[in-house]
């Protein structure tokens, strides 16, 4: 027994490692903004207007996310195809993200959500340096060394630390959320290989802009279903009813939130030159994955009530009954986000958006329909079956995609 732990030590102890430093670097952040950030703006405004920066910050995430992570994922897919400061493409694309993000963030915070100009100026300003911070990080996932990634959190959330004591003196809230991404982005231009002035395009440029379009649609989507509940709960159930959800599912969702680089590790790890995977590895990784989540949504069942009562004191009361539900709803979403960097690296593009996007309409079509008839229960309901159908589907395309890989070999 101990001699067959030495040997799985021997073997996988720098994916162990590496998995445990993403978990803690997530795990920093995440904690900063759901445990202070949050939970400040929590009780500082009312259930209303706190349930209206909920749904802004969605929105805000989701933008970065489709335009950020996108890139990230796209340099580390395409890795093979570029020496390592070969930057010219990314660079070009990384600037149209930008403006891309700019334009949507004004359209839609001050023509939809009619947001003042100075809170869309501060969005615009976040929106940029998050896109930055994702993309400039994909270096040390390009080199495996991720204690870097530790390192540019611990920043990051040092400068969320500071953008409180900021919204303290300001009432600013988007100050927060500036100040923590400009540190981490501080951090990524002293030491990410990315970052440097060339706009040369290669002979991979279509193809590279190819992918991180196809990327871009499935990862907004994606990131889109993660806050589409504040989407659909405002204007049905109202603010109040966004605050409530957001309380009720919290632990589930920061779990997501500090396993997601999970994915992003295993993803780095698929890119590498002459990576192949067995079916058999395949099965292993998703039952374990599958396992991990059975024991995360335990954990919330346990600790929850107590969590929320402490840092949600306000809306705790009114949380309690959906917690149950809603927080399994965002451990099957877990477990779905730990199995699309097999559908990314084994699979062709166009299944990440034939996957999202019925997903997507399945979600927006029951989320919609039962909340209108069952409310805020008939939602976590809708979100339930939805992540459910997701994981079934991903693990079917991503086992194919696997088989199929070794049958080209």
Not at 95 to 117: H, N, P, R
Not at 126 to 153: E, H, P, Q
Not at 231 to 246: D, E, F, H, N, Q
Not at 250 to 267: F, N
Request: proline share 2%; hydrophobic share 55%; glycine share 6%.
């Amino acid at each position: 027994m101990i001699n067959h732990l030495t040997s799985f030590w021997g073997k996988y102890k720098k994916i162990v490692r590496d998995f445990i430093i993403n978990i803690v670097a997530s795990g920093i952040l995440t904690a900063v903004l759901q445990l202070l950030v949050y939970p400040l703006l929590a009780n500082k405004v009312s259930a209303p207007v706190y349930g209206v920066i909920l749904t802004i910050m969605g929105i805000q995430n989701t933008i970065i996310n489709a335009l950020g992570n996108a890139l990230n994922n796209v340099r580390l897919i395409q890795n093979n195809k570029y020496t390592l400061h070969q930057n010219g493409d990314f660079n070009i694309i990384l600037l149209l993200a930008t403006i891309a993000a700019i334009i949507i963030d004004i359209f839609v915070f001050k023509f939809i959500l009619i947001q003042s100009g100075t809170i869309v100026f501060g969005l615009i300003i976040f929106a940029v340096l998050g896109i930055m911070r994702l993309y400039y990080s994909t270096a040390f996932r390009i080199i495996l060394d991720l204690k870097f990634i530790l390192y540019c959190n611990c920043f990051t959330a040092i400068g969320y630390l500071l953008g409180i004591i900021l919204y303290s003196a300001l009432h600013f809230w988007p100050a927060i959320f500036i100040l923590g991404e400009f540190f981490g982005v501080l951090f990524l231009l002293k030491k990410s290989f990315l970052f440097d002035f060339s706009f040369v395009f290669s002979d991979n440029f279509k193809i590279t802009l190819k992918k991180y379009r196809d990327l871009c649609g499935s990862t907004a989507l994606g990131s889109a279903l993660t806050y589409m509940d504040r989407l659909i709960i405002l204007p049905i159930l109202g603010g109040s009813m966004v605050s409530i959800y957001t309380v009720a599912s919290i632990v589930g969702k920061t779990l997501g939130i500090v396993m997601l680089p999970i994915a992003g590790v295993m993803l780095s790890y698929y890119s590498q030159r002459g990576f192949t995977m067995k079916k058999s590895e395949y099965i292993k990784i998703t039952s374990l994955c599958a396992i991990v989540c059975a024991v995360f949504y335990i954990c919330t069942l346990l600790f929850g009530k107590i969590i929320i009562n402490i840092f949600y004191p306000s809306l705790a009361q009114d949380a309690y009954s959906f917690m149950w539900i809603a927080n399994f709803a965002a451990i099957i979403a877990i477990l779905g986000n730990m199995l699309s960097p097999t559908v990314i690296k084994f699979s062709p593009s166009i299944w990440q958006i034939i996957i999202t996007g019925t997903y997507a309409v399945l979600y927006g079509v029951l989320s919609i329909f039962l909340s209108t008839k069952y409310n805020l229960m008939g939602f976590c309901i809708a979100s339930t079956i939805s992540n459910i159908y997701r994981v079934i589907i991903m693990m079917i395309v991503g086992y194919v995609g696997v088989r199929n890989v070794k049958k080209d070999l």
